[in-house]
Nanobody, 126 residues
Framework: QVQLVESGGGSVQAGGSLRLSCAVSGYTYSSYCMGWFRQAPGKEREGVAA???????RYADSVQGRFTISQDNAKITLYLQMNSLKPEDTAMYYC????????????????????WGQGTQVTVSS
């Protein structure tokens, strides 16, 4: 059974940094995609960053150059390094995964993912 458990959220002032982690278990697919999504109150869940088993990454325009997605060599932990945080980055952040690859422009589509974590809250104050 695939389980995704996020950690690392918290409260930070604008301009600060946080690193989110997603511990992955029960996931043994050789071809996969993993991503970070976020949802602010009253808004739809949106893709933030994603990576596939080939190492291809994609970022939302709003976080390009500030956030970095990565995974450890054993591919059992997914990370999201968030720098230069802004108040508009405030949201619940979710880790997601799917088996198999998708087209590049679908990497940030929440409909492509079928495994989800419970989320970790990130709050950025001005």
């Amino acid at each position: 059974q695939v389980q995704l458990v996020e950690s690392g959220g918290g409260s930070v002032q604008a301009g600060g940094s946080l690193r989110l982690s997603c511990a992955v278990s029960g996931y043994t697919y050789s071809s996969y995609c993993m991503g970070w999504f976020r949802q602010a109150p009253g808004k739809e869940r949106e893709g933030v960053a994603a990576i596939d088993s080939d190492g291809t990454t994609r970022y939302a325009d709003s976080v390009q150059g500030r956030f970095t997605i990565s995974q450890d060599n054993a591919k059992i932990t997914l990370y999201l390094q968030m720098n230069s945080l802004k108040p508009e980055d405030t949201a619940m952040y979710y880790c997601a995964a799917r088996s198999g690859g998708v087209e590049y422009f679908s990497l940030l589509s929440r409909d492509e993912y079928n495994y989800w974590g419970q989320g970790t809250q990130v709050t950025v104050s001005s």
